[in-house]
C-alpha cells in the first residue's frame, strides 16, 4: 500500500506557461495581512493589532500609517490612526523566508502599531470627541511623505497636519487645514465653498516639497497649499473649479451635471508621482490623469481612465468600453456587466512611477497598468482581488467565503507603495493587504487534493432491448445553455448484423474522433454491460454542465437507451483543500531539482530540492518536489479558515533564491479523495481486501432508549440479547438517571458476543459506533455462510421497542487475504469490506485523537478515532455501508476507510465507487466486482 501510493503521489498532471517576472499577475493572492490574524478572521475586537474598517494607508521611511476609519458604513469605526514603525525585514524582501516562531498560526499576519493618533490609547473608542488639536472624528484618508503628516479628519471638515511623524499617542497636530482653529468643525454650505473651507475632504497627499493637496470631496474640488506653515491656510490652486471661492457642479444625480476634462463629482483622493497628478473622480466613475504637475486654476486632464472619453461617466460603461459577449433575439449586441476597461466608484489612484493602480471600489478590485495609460479608455494589465475581469466574486451572494478570501477585497478604499508591495486598505475586511509580485507563476486553482488533482463528471449511456433494422440512433451532446445548433450529434444507423457491441463501438469512435473529438467529453466502452461512460474533458464542476440526449428514428423502436442523467455529473473542485490534508501544486518551473518521494510513515522535512512551501507564511512539510509538481501537507492550524495564501521559495541551480506569486488557497473543512492510479478516467481504485475472516454488520439505532428493552443478535441460532439498563452514573440536567446509548448496546453486545459465541467474534465499527461488526473466528472458507439476524423487542416481548436492530447481511462473508489488492484476478464480493485510503477528510474525535495531529509527523494517537464529518459512499449506485473512517496510524495525511459492498451487486470490473461528506463528493474510481451468484447480478448505474 505504501509503495502504491508515495508512486501515485509523485505522478505528474499538468503544465502551464510561465509569465513575466516581477510582475502583478491577475487574481494572485496578497503576501501579507496587517490588522487580522488570520487573513480571515474579520475580527471586530480592535486593540493595537486589530483594525476596524479601515479607509486610508499610506507608507514612508519604513513606517506604515493606516486611517482606522471609514465612511462607507464599515464598522467598527475607530476615528483614530494607527502608526506601525520596525516592521520586519521581510516585508519588503520578498525573498526572505517567513520566520517560525512557536505554534504561530500566521506568520504573514503582520503588524503591532507603536502609536495611535486621535484617542488616548489603542481600546475601541466609547464615544466621539469634540474637535480639538488631538482628536479625530472619521478620519477616511493619510498621506505621509518621510517627514510630514496629514490626515484628512472627514467629518470634522478639516486637514491635521503634524511636521514631524508623532511619536506618542493623542499627539497634537501642528497645524489645521479647512478650519480657522482646532476646535472649529462646520463646512461651508453647500455649494457654496470659501477659499479657506472644506466639506467632507476625502483625500490628502504631500509631495517631496512638502506641499499638500487636498481632495476636498464635498465641494467637488482638488486644492493645492504649497507647504503649510499656518492655521487655516488658503490655496493656491484648485482643480474642478474656477478658483477656490467658485461653484459651478450641478448636484449628484441631476441632469446638469457637468462632465468635462475640468470638473469633478465627489473626488475621493489626490496624488502624485512626482510628474503626473491622479484623482479618483468618484461620482463619475473616472480617474483624471494631468500628464504634469497643473500649473493654472481648472486646468483640464490630459487623460482618462474608465470613460472612453472625458464626457462620460457611467458606471461600468461597458457598452463603449468592452466587446460584445453575444446578441439577443433581435441580434442587439450583449454587453457583460464590467469589463477589465471599466471602474465603477474609484476611490484612489497610485503611481510608483512605472505603474498605475486603481482602487475600483465599485467592482470590489484594483486595476493594474503596467505602464501610466496614454490614451482614454485604456485596458489595465492585471487585476487584484478578482480572478477575471467580468466576475465582481466578493459581491456574488453564491460564494460569501469569497469576500475574505486572500485574494479578494470587499471595497478597496486606499492604496500605498514602498518599493515592494502594494497596500490594499480592505475596508469591510477590516484589514490592509500587502501584494507583492512574485520571480513565476503559479495557476490559480494550483493548489489541490494530492489524491486525485483532477476530479471529472461522468455519465453512462445504456442500450438494452433489441435492435431494429433501419432505426437511426442519436446522441447529443453540448453544454447547458447551448442552442441546438452549438450541440454535436452523433448518430448510427442499425443494420442487419449490428450487434450492440458494433453499436457501442462505434459511437465511441465517433465522439472521440469526429472533427478532431467532442470538446466536451471522452467516451469509454463497457461492452459487458452494453454501457459507454461518459467523462467530461473539463475537470471539476465545470464538467456537470456537459448535458446528454439520445432520440431513436423509428418510434416504434425496440432498443431503449437510458442516461445516467441529463447532465454529467460528479465534477468536484479538487482545489478546495482541508486541513492536514497531502495537497498538490501543479505549475511549471516549480524547481529546479527532483526529489525522492518522501515516505509518509516517517517525519517529513520543511525544505526538500533545496524548495519550501508556505500557507499564510507557516511552512508546509514535504513529500516531493519537482519542476512540475510539489506534495506538501496543509498545516493543521489552517482549520477553521476559508483560504490560505500559498507561496514557494526556491533556490535555483544557479544560486538564485526566486519566489512564486501568491495564490489563495480555498480551503474547507473536508473535501474527501480517494487515492486511485492515475492510470484513466475514472481510474482504478487502491484498493484492499479487509479481512482473512468472513465479516457482516448489525446496525443499532435509536434515541431515548427504554428501559428494559431487549436488543438481541442471533447467529446460527443462538441468542445472544442485550437489556437496556438505567444509567445512574449519567444523569440528565435535572439529575434523573438516564439509559444507554446505542453505543452502549454495541459495546454491550460485543461483549456477550466475545464471551459466548463459538464462531464468531464481535467488534464496534469506530470510536462512537452504531454498528456491532461479526467476525468468524475461523479463516478463510471455513467461516463462510454463517446466518445471522437481528431483531429487537420491549420488555415484554412485544414489537415496540425504542432500540432498532439491522442486519445488514444475512449470512458472513468474503474472506480474503487481508491487505492484498483488490484486482481483476483477484476482484471484491457483493457484502465484503474493502479498505481504500483517503486524504483530505478534515479533522477527527475524540479530543486526544485530534490533539495528535502534529504537522508532518506520522499520527501516534489513538488507533480507534474516528473523522468528525459524517462519511458517506456509493458503490456501483448502492449504498455502501461506511464501516470505518479514521486517521491511519503511523502515516501522515492519509485516512483509511472500510466499504461494506452492498450484497446485490451485479458482476463488474468497472464498479464505480465514491464516498463523500457533507456536500463533498471524492473523485470517482473504479474497482472490479465479482457475484459469485448464478447470473452475476445486474448492473445498476
Request: hydrophobic residues 40%; negative net charge; charged residues 20%.
Amino acid at each position: 500500500m505504501k509503495r502504491i501510493l508515495l508512486l501515485c503521489l509523485a505522478t505528474g498532471i499538468v503544465s502551464v506557461p510561465v509569465v513575466a517576472e516581477q510582475e502583478f499577475v491577475t487574481g494572485q493572492a496578497a503576501r501579507l495581512v496587517v490588522g487580522q490574524k488570520p487573513f480571515t478572521e474579520q475580527s471586530p475586537e480592535s486593540s493595537d493589532t486589530v483594525l476596524g474598517g479601515v479607509a486610508g494607508v499610506a507608507f514612508a521611511n519604513g513606517t506604515l500609517i493606516v486611517a482606522d476609519s471609514n465612511g462607507v458604513g464599515a464598522s467598527p469605526v475607530n476615528h483614530r490612526i494607527m502608526i506601525y514603525r520596525d516592521l520586519p525585514p521581510f516585508v519588503r524582501d520578498i525573498h526572505a523566508e517567513f520566520p517560525q516562531e512557536g505554534e504561530q498560526r500566521c506568520p504573514a499576519c503582520i503588524g503591532k502599531a507603536a502609536s495611535v493618533l486621535g484617542q488616548p490609547g489603542f481600546e475601541p473608542p466609547k464615544e466621539i470627541r469634540p474637535a480639538a488639536q488631538n482628536t479625530l472624528r472619521r478620519p477616511s484618508s493619510v498621506a505621509y511623505n518621510g517627514r510630514m503628516l496629514a490626515v484628512a479628519d472627514t467629518d470634522n471638515n478639516r486637514v491635521l497636519v503634524w511636521t514631524t511623524l508623532p511619536l506618542t499617542n493623542e499627539a497634537p497636530a501642528n497645524f489645521v487645514v479647512g478650519q480657522p482653529d482646532f476646535t472649529s468643525f462646520r463646512p461651508n454650505q453647500p455649494r457654496a465653498p470659501r477659499p479657506e473651507t472644506l466639506r467632507t475632504p476625502h483625500g490628502v497627499w504631500l509631495d517631496s516639497n512638502d506641499g499638500l493637496w487636498v481632495a476636498d470631496t464635498g465641494n467637488d474640488r482638488v486644492l493645492y497649499y504649497g507647504r503649510i506653515t499656518s492655521n487655516g491656510q488658503t490655496p493656491v490652486l484648485t482643480l474642478g473649479q474656477a478658483d477656490a471661492g467658485a461653484y459651478d457642479q450641478a448636484p449628484y444625480f441631476s441632469e446638469d451635471v457637468k462632465i468635462r476634462a475640468d470638473t469633478m463629482l465627489t473626488p475621493m483622493s489626490v496624488t502624485s508621482d512626482g510628474t503626473r497628478l491622479f484623482v479618483s473622480d468618484l461620482a463619475l466613475n473616472r480617474v483624471l490623469i494631468w500628464n504634469s504637475i497643473p500649473t493654472r486654476n481648472r486646468q483640464p486632464a490630459d487623460v482618462v481612465v474608465g470613460q472612453p472619453d472625458m464626457t462620460s461617466g457611467f458606471s461600468n460603461n461597458s457598452t463603449k468600453l468592452c466587446d460584445a459577449v453575444g446578441q439577443d433575439e433581435d441580434g442587439k449586441d450583449i454587453f457583460p456587466v464590467r469589463c477589465a476597461a471599466t471602474v465603477s466608484l474609484p476611490r484612489f489612484a497610485l503611481s510608483d512611477g512605472r505603474r498605475l493602480f486603481v482602487a475600483d471600489s465599485g467592482n470590489d478590485r484594483v486595476l493594474v497598468f503596467n505602464e501610466i495609460p496614454r490614451t482614454d479608455g485604456a485596458r489595465p494589465d492585471a487585476i487584484l482581488g478578482q480572478q477575471g475581469e467580468f466576475i465582481n466574486a466578493s459581491s456574488d451572494s453564491a460564494a460569501p467565503e469569497r469576500v475574505s478570501a486572500t485574494d479578494s477585497f470587499k471595497t478597496p478604499h486606499s492604496l500605498a507603495w514602498d518599493g515592494t508591495n502594494l497596500y490594499v486598505a480592505d475596508t469591510f475586511n477590516r484589514r490592509v493587504l500587502l501584494y507583492s509580485p512574485g520571480d513565476f507563476f503559479i495557476p490559480l486553482s494550483a493548489v489541490r487534493n494530492a489524491a486525485s488533482p483532477l476530479v471529472f463528471a461522468q455519465g453512462f449511456i445504456t442500450f438494452t432491448g433489441e435492435l431494429v433494422d433501419d432505426d437511426e440512433i442519436t446522441i447529443t451532446i453540448g453544454r447547458q445553455g447551448d442552442d441546438d445548433d452549438a450541440k454535436r450529434k452523433y448518430k448510427v444507423k442499425v443494420e442487419e448484423e449490428t450487434t450492440f457491441e458494433n453499436l457501442i463501438t462505434r459511437f465511441v469512435e465517433l465522439i472521440n474522433t469526429q472533427d478532431g473529438g467532442d470538446p466536451l467529453v471522452n467516451a469509454i466502452p463497457n461492452i459487458r454491460f452494453n454501457t459507454i461512460l461518459l467523462s467530461a474533458r473539463d475537470a471539476g464542476p465545470l464538467g456537470n454542465e456537459v448535458t446528454v440526449e439520445r432520440s431513436n428514428s423509428n418510434d416504434t423502436s425496440l432498443t431503449l437507451i437510458t442516461l445516467s442523467g441529463a447532465t454529467l455529473t460528479g465534477g468536484q473542485d479538487a482545489a478546495q483543500v482541508a486541513p492536514y490534508a497531502l495537497v498538490a501544486i501543479l505549475g511549471d518551473d516549480l524547481a529546479d531539482f527532483t526529489s525522492e518521494v518522501r515516505d509518509l510513515s516517517e517525519s517529513l522535512p520543511y525544505s526538500l530540492a533545496n524548495t519550501q512551501v508556505y500557507f499564510d507564511g507557516k511552512l508546509a512539510p514535504l513529500v516531493f518536489v519537482s519542476p512540475d509538481k510539489i506534495v506538501a501537507q496543509m498545516p493543521v492550524e489552517m482549520a477553521g479558515s476559508n483560504s490560505a495564501s500559498g507561496i514557494i521559495r526556491t533556490i535555483r541551480a544557479d544560486g538564485r533564491v526566486t519566489v512564486s506569486t501568491p495564490v489563495a488557497v480555498r480551503l474547507i473543512a473536508q473535501n474527501p479523495n480517494v487515492f486511485d492510479t492515475l492510470e484513466s478516467v475514472p481510474a482504478p481504485g487502491i484498493a484492499f481486501h479487509f479481512s482473512s475472516h468472513a465479516t457482516g454488520s448489525v446496525q443499532v439505532d435509536g434515541i431515548n432508549l427504554r428501559k428494559g428493552d431487549k436488543a438481541t443478535i442471533s447467529i446460527n441460532g443462538r441468542d445472544h440479547t442485550y437489556v437496556i439498563r438505567e444509567r445512574p452514573d449519567r444523569p440528565d440536567e435535572d439529575g434523573d438517571p438516564t439509559t444507554d446509548t446505542t453505543a452502549d448496546v454495541v459495546q454491550a453486545l460485543v461483549d456477550i458476543i466475545n464471551a459466548n459465541d463459538p464462531e464468531v467474534e464481535a467488534f464496534p465499527a469506530g470510536i462512537f459506533a452504531t454498528r456491532v461488526r461479526l467476525r468468524a473466528r475461523l479463516p478463510g472458507p471455513l467461516g463462510e455462510g454463517i446466518p445471522f439476524t437481528a431483531k429487537a423487542v420491549d420488555e415484554g416481548d412485544f414489537d415496540n421497542a425504542t432500540v432498532i436492530m439491522t442486519a445488514l447481511n444475512t449470512q458472513l462473508c468474503c474472506a480474503n487475504q487481508a491487505g492484498s489488492p483488490v484486482t481483476e484476478d483477484n476482484p471484491a464480493k457483493p457484502g465484503e469490506t474493502i479498505v481504500i485510503f483517503a486524504t483530505g477528510m478534515g479533522l477527527i474525535q475524540p479530543e486526544d485523537g485530534r490533539n495528535a495531529m502534529f504537522n508532518g509527523i506520522p499520527y501516534d494517537g489513538p488507533e480507534y478515532n474516528e473523522v468528525v464529518e459524517f462519511v458517506s459512499a456509493l458503490a456501483g449506485g448502492k449504498t455502501a455501508n461506511v464501516q470505518f473512517a479514521a486517521l491511519k496510524r503511523g502515516t501522515i495525511g492519509i485516512y483509511e476507510v472500510h466499504l461494506e459492498l452492498n450484497p446485490d451487486l451485479p458482476t463488474n470490473p468497472r464498479t464505480n465507487c465514491t464516498i463523500a461528506q457533507s456536500f463533498q463528493v471524492s473523485n470517482i474510481f473504479f474497482i472490479p466486482v465479482v457475484n459469485p451468484e448464478p447470473g452475476g447480478g445486474q448492473p445498476l448505474f
